[in-house]
């Protein structure tokens, strides 16, 4: 009797602009008797494949199968956020079986590492860590800014270091800055060049002030008003790191 694999997803998650494989194990098919293994859309009933054969006009999908091979994938690529959903793996046995896949799109973004307010020691190191779910390759270049003034090694301000770390599904900006003045803060943003930015605000306070902010506890402290970041300026930085985003688009 035809089975699925019980050890087949039922659940992924892509990056847009990424290839997504939909896996489907199909065990014990008999294609002497006309079992055949299709791919079908399942919000609008669309047949994409049939065996080895592809039954749609839109040229990213196909399946992969190799000879004597269990595996029927339906590849994506590149996949866009239109294409999330349910897809059915079918086989036309009797009776017939189907196996559904959630396949959910996931936009390249950053996000910076705890809270969105950052309360720094004054003397002590700025350390903030981003994290952008996509491969550097994919991301480009992840450049860190405080306010509207970009942070590298070069920055007249000195002190200034920059970490990458790079995996097959993630890349790691992290930003180092010491010693830690009071006119360090301010709005920082890791802008990747291919992905959503994301920002957080770090205020350098003295002893008495750092203190106070835990004597707090929930309560939100009450920001420098010497260090909050004009709107238009940080308006004017989204606008910029927005162009090679656009040009990212796939």
């Known amino acids: 009797?035809?089975?699925?694999?019980?050890?087949?997803?039922?659940?992924?998650?892509?990056?847009?602009?990424?290839?997504?494989?939909?896996?489907?194990?199909?065990?014990?098919?008999?294609?002497?008797?006309?079992?055949?293994?299709?791919w079908i859309r399942q919000r609008d009933l669309h047949i994409l494949t049939v065996g080895?054969?592809?039954?749609?006009?839109?040229?990213?999908?196909?399946?992969?199968?190799?000879?004597?091979?269990?595996?029927?994938t339906l590849q994506i690529n590149p996949v866009a956020f239109r294409d999330a959903g349910v897809y059915e793996c079918q086989v036309s046995s009797s009776p017939k079986i189907s196996l559904p896949?959630?396949?959910?799109?996931?936009?390249?973004?950053?996000?910076?590492?705890?809270p969105s307010e950052v309360y720094i020691q004054n003397g002590s190191t700025i350390r903030l860590t981003c994290i952008v779910n996509t491969h550097y390759d994919n991301v480009?270049?992840?450049?860190?800014?405080?306010?509207?003034?970009?942070?590298?090694?070069?920055?007249?301000?000195?002190?200034?270091?920059?970490?990458?770390?790079?995996?097959?599904t993630?890349?790691?900006?992290?930003?180092?800055?010491?010693?830690?003045?009071?006119?360090?803060?301010?709005?920082?943003?890791?802008?990747?060049?291919?992905?959503?930015?994301?920002?957080?605000?770090v205020l350098v306070v003295n002893g008495e002030e750092s203190a106070a902010v835990h004597k707090a506890g929930s309560s939100a402290a009450r920001p420098d008003p010497r260090v909050v970041c004009c709107c238009p300026l940080m308006l004017l930085l989204l606008l910029l790191l927005s162009l090679p985003l656009q040009q990212c688009a796939r």
């Open 140 to 168: 480009g270049v992840v450049s860190w800014f405080r306010d509207t003034h970009r942070l590298d090694y070069d920055s007249p301000r000195g002190g200034v270091s920059i970490e990458i770390e790079k995996t097959p």
């Open 52 to 72: 080895i054969y592809t039954y749609t006009a839109d040229d990213r999908f196909k399946v992969v199968h190799a000879t004597e091979s269990d595996e029927w």
């Open 101 to 114: 896949i959630s396949l959910s799109v996931e936009a390249q973004k950053a996000r910076i590492e705890g």
């Open 170 to 201: 993630h890349t790691t900006s992290k930003l180092f800055i010491t010693p830690a003045l009071r006119g360090d803060s301010g709005n920082y943003t890791c802008g990747p060049q291919c992905a959503a930015p994301a920002s957080v605000l």
């Open 1 to 38: 009797m035809v089975y699925f694999d019980h050890d087949n997803l039922t659940n992924l998650t892509v990056i847009v602009g990424h290839r997504a494989a939909l896996p489907c194990r199909v065990l014990n098919l008999n294609n002497k008797d006309g079992q055949q293994v299709s």
